[in-house]
């Protein structure tokens, strides 16, 4: 084996950032992370700092390899995963951002989106790029940018301007401005990628009057892309895999093969179904995304995004002050026999899949005398399990084919209650891996192999192991009662700002 023993993967999250150090055997050598501000400028707005993305990225990047002891010349290759739909524009000339990278979650864009459907464009996006017309993906906050920071129009027209996902910018960054790209599966998220001719398209761009010069080249996700400059690690690195983190999780959890799935529990909810080699036009306001490309071998997946799961306990903590940590609340869960009727739909920045209603807000059903803490907590832990089966019930029937399980992954998924739930809510198994950093081993997968570091996937396939396997405990009717009620504070939560 060659001395170039580790991989270097990058996971550019929506609250943090983090590096983690692979080695052939995909076990984790050192993990480091750092968080971010989050900005709320105005309601339903939510923005970062480019700047502070790098910086933070670049600093755990340096504290890993010291935690690890692992020298920069051990470093078979760099894998890039990131939040997707989050949009950056930066000027060419000087590598500044000219406005703060606008998130995935960020709604000011709501209203023209509307106005696009009024249009009646829905469908022909959706045939084009897979996805519903919506403020989540990259396209209307492009536009946003363009025509509301003062100058940019011009400077757009005369390709003075970059934009790029989170991806791209790192990638700028670590080569010192010499390489604008990103893979595929980040592009297929902008809503401006035809997802059947793998190519930027011409009619959206125009229509969100965006240039084309603005626009990164498209790689595949596992090919060698560029070097490090000598900046970034002293050392020259090839950086050779990069996929957005939730189709680096499929990848990392092994759904190689058609037909499986996993869930990622983080900021959001993210379940991807894995649809082989022929995108799978949803019927059911599920995205139709590319999971990856890979020696020229393209795999498409359905999709369906819960926009708040982690962050919904992220808000108990830091909104209410209910809690101080996120593991209180498996412990606050299980101490009530059941959830006494309390229900929270969880629309803190709208509903995601299969809703898709910018406009619907969050709620608390069922409140007595008798609600307690314990009740707001366990209510939060159950809507993540609701939300993640009306995403996956709407999936299985464009798929046309059951769930024999669910592979599991995020930090929440160390919450035994919460897997139970949805095991329970489900009817299905629900399958724990031992590595729960499935995302940055998906790209560190797809980084090593793109350099020789595994000669192929049946290599990587020995190394998934299952930590816990949880099983339905409730009856079928206990659980279609449930869900019934779920359902109607849903009804009730949406819709609630359309007004404003």
């Not at 950086?239 to 957005?244: E, L, R």
């Not at 919460?418 to 489900?426: E, G, K, N, T, W």
Request: aromatic share 8%.
């Amino acid at each position: 084996m060659s001395e170039k023993r580790f991989i270097l993967a990058l996971d550019q999250g929506t609250t943090s950032s983090r590096a983690i150090i692979f080695d052939h055997s995909g076990k984790i050598q050192a993990i480091a992370r750092k968080e971010f501000k989050q900005h709320f400028p105005q309601s339903a707005w939510v923005e970062h700092d480019p700047v502070e993305i790098w910086s933070s990225q670049a600093s755990v990047a340096t504290e890993v390899m010291a935690k690890s002891g692992i020298k920069p010349g051990e470093i078979a290759g760099i894998g890039i995963t990131n939040q997707r739909e989050t949009t950056i524009v930066w000027d060419r000339i000087t590598g500044m951002p000219v406005y703060n990278a606008i998130v995935w979650q960020d709604r000011r864009t709501s209203a023209f989106c509307n106005e696009l459907k009024d249009k009646q464009l829905s469908e022909k996006i959706r045939l084009k790029t897979g996805l519903v017309i919506d403020p989540y993906f990259s396209a209307t906050k492009i536009r946003w940018i363009l025509q509301n920071v003062e100058g940019l129009r011009n400077k757009a027209k005369n390709g003075e301007l970059c934009f790029g996902t989170v991806d791209s910018w790192l990638v700028w960054k670590l080569t010192n401005g010499k390489c604008h790209i990103t893979d595929i599966s980040n592009a297929s998220r902008t809503m401006l990628f035809n997802i059947n001719t793998h190519e930027w398209d011409k009619e959206l761009l125009e229509l969100m009057g965006v240039p084309v010069s603005m626009m990164p080249d498209v790689k595949s996700s596992s090919e060698v892309y560029a070097e490090t400059s000598l900046d970034s690690f002293g050392c020259k690195i090839p950086i050779s895999g990069i996929a957005g983190d939730q189709q680096a999780a499929l990848y990392g959890q092994l759904c190689l093969e058609k037909g499986m799935a996993k869930n990622t529990y983080g900021t959001g909810c993210f379940l991807m179904l894995n649809t082989g080699e022929a995108p799978v036009f949803s019927k059911n306001n599920m995205l139709t995304t590319i999971a990856w490309q890979r020696n020229g071998k393209t795999t498409y997946a359905l999709e369906g995004s819960v926009f708040i799961a982690g962050a919904a306990i992220q808000w108990l903590r830091d909104g209410l002050g209910i809690i101080k940590t996120a593991k209180e609340t498996d412990a606050l869960a299980q101490s009530l026999s059941d959830n006494a009727g309390v229900y929270f739909v969880p629309a803190l920045t709208g509903l995601g899949a299969p809703h898709w209603d910018p406009y619907a807000r969050g709620s608390i059903f069922g409140l007595t005398r008798g609600t307690g803490k314990a009740h707001i907590v366990r209510a939060a832990l159950e809507s993540i399990a609701y939300q993640v089966f009306d995403v996956t019930s709407a999936m299985l029937s464009d798929a046309n084919e059951p769930l024999k399980e669910l592979r599991v992954d995020g930090g929440a998924v160390e919450n035994n209650f919460l897997m139970q739930f949805q095991a329970d809510i489900l009817n299905t198994r629900v399958v724990r891996p031992t590595i729960l950093e499935t995302t940055a081993l998906g790209v560190a997968y797809l980084s090593g192999l793109a350099v020789g570091f595994w000669e192929d996937e049946n290599e990587i396939h020995e190394q998934w192991k299952t930590d816990k396997v949880f099983t339905p405990s409730i009856e079928k009717d206990k659980a279609t009662e449930l869900l019934a009620q779920w359902k109607k504070a849903v009804d009730r939560s949406k819709n609630w700002n359309l007004n404003n």
